[in-house]
């Protein structure tokens, strides 16, 4: 079984606000950190600045990369 690092999560959470953020009234990447720390466990006692200053860092040995657009992604999934 294959684990997800803190860095994919970083990912993760990245993807879900860029994704999300535009229809969002509250656009601070703070909201999905503090979802992240609430959420994942290993996440609980890392720094907000620090879950934030990562969210954007890429990690090529990572099991989840960023994406710019999920619609974008999903379509070239499909094809």
């Not at 990912?11 to 959420?39: M, P, S, T």
């Not at 954007?56 to 379509?75: A, E, M, N, V």
Request: proline letters at 3%; aromatic letters at 12%; charged letters at 30%.
């Amino acid at each position: 079984m294959h684990k997800i690092s803190n860095n994919d999560l970083y990912h993760y959470g990245w993807n879900l606000w860029n994704h999300f953020w535009a229809d969002r009234i509250d656009k601070r990447q703070e909201c999905v950190v503090e979802w992240l720390k609430a959420v994942f466990v290993n996440l609980e006692n890392v720094e907000v600045a620090t879950i934030k200053g990562k969210l954007t860092i890429h990690d090529p040995k990572g099991r989840i990369s960023r994406q710019k657009s999920i619609p974008d992604f999903l379509r070239f999934l499909k094809e």
